[in-house]
């Protein structure tokens, strides 16, 4: 069965968001290692990593399914921000914002009767999960030892620990 011009339509536009968010931690981490938080910019790198490589799912799956990937522009992300905890409120602010995207096009998929993409979008919907308990873990952590001291530092250590 061919992609439908629509699905496919709405399928890049995702492709943009997943490297939109990439862009977007990518900044994060150049926020927080320009504030001494290592830990935080290697875990935020890997991020951005991760969302790349959801990009490239998305990618795949339009020319497995014979359509043709077309990119758009990117805006330019925030740069600043106000501290650890700042950051991850937006992180989990924008992961909440892809996870309403992906059941919008999973909604797309089962109004079509697409059942491939519903599959790959299945995964994706999985993945949100776990990306929203990942943010909203480490955001709670953060309300709890704040922006400075030992504990910081404590999880600093903690995040740079994530493999890529
Ligand atoms: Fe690609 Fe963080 O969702």
């Not at 992180?91 to 909604?107: M, S, V």
């Amino acid at each position: 069965m061919e992609l439908s011009k629509k699905m496919q339509d709405a399928l890049n536009e995702q492709i943009k968001e997943e490297i939109a968010s990439a862009y977007i931690y990518l900044s994060m981490a150049a926020y927080c290692e320009s504030i001494n938080l290592g830990g935080f910019a290697k875990w935020m790198v890997n991020q951005s990593n991760e969302e790349m490589s959801h990009a490239m799912k998305f990618y795949n799956y339009i020319y497995d399914r014979g359509g043709r990937v077309v990119l758009e522009a990117l805006d330019k992300p925030a740069t600043e921000f106000g501290g650890p905890t700042d950051v991850f409120e937006k992180t989990l602010a924008h992961e909440q914002f892809i996870t309403g995207r992906i059941h919008k096009l999973y909604a797309m998929a089962s109004e079509e009767k697409d059942y491939a993409s519903l599959g790959v979008l299945q995964w994706f919907v999985d993945e949100q999960v776990e990306e929203e308990k990942t943010a909203g873990d480490i955001l709670e952590m953060l309300k709890m030892v704040g922006d400075k001291g030992q504990g910081l530092i404590m999880l600093d250590r903690q995040l740079a620990q994530r493999g890529g």
